[in-house]
């Protein structure tokens, strides 16, 4: 069972940073898109950052600028380097790996990012 796995929350104070990972093992790592997505309370998922096989990023529109996405293929690990965190980016962050030509996609159980003073 393919089961990506987060690492790197916490609970940090505004304008702080925090590096989030996930490792995915048991896939061919290098040939899935792969992307963070965040649920705060009350509200949906919704994008932060996605990066493609070809290691093109994409960023939710709150967090450009703040926000690094990256991959390392040889270690099936995407990062995610969060810098000048607001109270407002609190949320449970979820690890997704996707490869959409044959309709494999995998998720993690999330990890959870609170910013408050």
């Known amino acids: 069972q393919v089961q990506p796995v987060e690492s790197g929350g916490g609970s940090v104070q505004p304008g702080e940073s925090l590096r989030l990972s996930c490792f995915v093992s048991?896939?061919?790592?290098?040939?899935?898109?792969m992307g963070w997505y965040r649920r705060a309370p009350g509200k949906e998922r919704e994008l932060v950052a996605k990066?493609?096989?070809?290691?093109?990023?994409d960023y939710g529109d709150s967090v450009k600028g703040r926000f690094t996405i990256s991959r390392d293929d040889d270690k099936k690990t995407v990062y995610l380097e969060m810098t000048n965190l607001y109270p407002q980016d609190t949320a449970v962050y979820y690890c997704?790996?996707?490869?959409?030509?044959?309709?494999?996609?995998?998720w993690g159980q999330g990890t959870q990012v609170i910013v408050s003073s």
């Open positions: 990066i493609s096989t070809r290691h093109t990023a």
């Open positions: 997704n790996a996707r490869w959409m030509q044959f309709n494999y996609d995998y």
């Open positions: 048991r896939i061919t790592f290098g040939r899935y898109e």
